[in-house]
């Protein structure tokens, strides 16, 4: 699946990152389901971080989550390579600027330096 035009969405924050809603709830259901919570609304990304499932996209909310390819690692290959991810994380992911990872520090994201 492609990422859809720009002009067909207006959730995200970040036009590159425009998927199709079937390829979106794909991937989120790849998100850690935590219990207690509301699978359909509240995971963690693979770091621990927070993420809500109506926040795709939106990088002015702390639970706000873009999808990472990772189609361009040595390990990486179609949807299975497709993750949800807090969008701090994201950047960081994206950047390869690792040096500080977001996680739970109990129902709220905070910052942690490596």
Same mark, same amino acid.
């Given at each position: #699946?492609?990422? *859809?035009? %720009? @002009? !067909?969405?207006?959730? %995200?924050?970040? !036009? /590159? ?5 079937? +390829? *979106?709830?794909?991937? &989120? @259901?790849?998100? @850690?389901?935590?219990?207690?919570? !509301? /699978?359909?609304? &509240? ?7 927070? *993420? ?8 002015? /909310?702390?639970?706000?989550?873009? *999808?990472?390819? +990772?189609t ?9 390579? +497709?993750?949800? #991810? ?5 950047? !960081? ?5 690792? @040096?500080?990872?977001?996680t739970? #520090? ?9």
């Open positions: #699946m492609e990422p *859809i035009d %720009s @002009q !067909d969405a207006d959730t %995200s924050d970040w !036009d /590159s990152q425009r998927y199709d809603r079937d +390829l *979106i709830d794909h991937v &989120w @259901q790849n998100g @850690q389901e935590i219990q207690g919570n !509301d /699978s359909a609304l &509240w995971r963690k990304d693979e770091f621990g971080a927070w *993420i809500h499932r109506l926040q795709y996209g939106n990088r002015r /909310s702390e639970y706000g989550w873009e *999808i990472l390819d +990772l361009h690692t040595p390990h990486g290959g179609g949807v299975i390579a +497709l993750r949800p #991810m807090n969008w701090q994380n994201y950047i !960081d992911q994206v950047a390869a600027h690792t @040096q500080s990872r977001t739970a #520090m109990g129902l709220r994201n905070t910052r942690q330096l490596l």
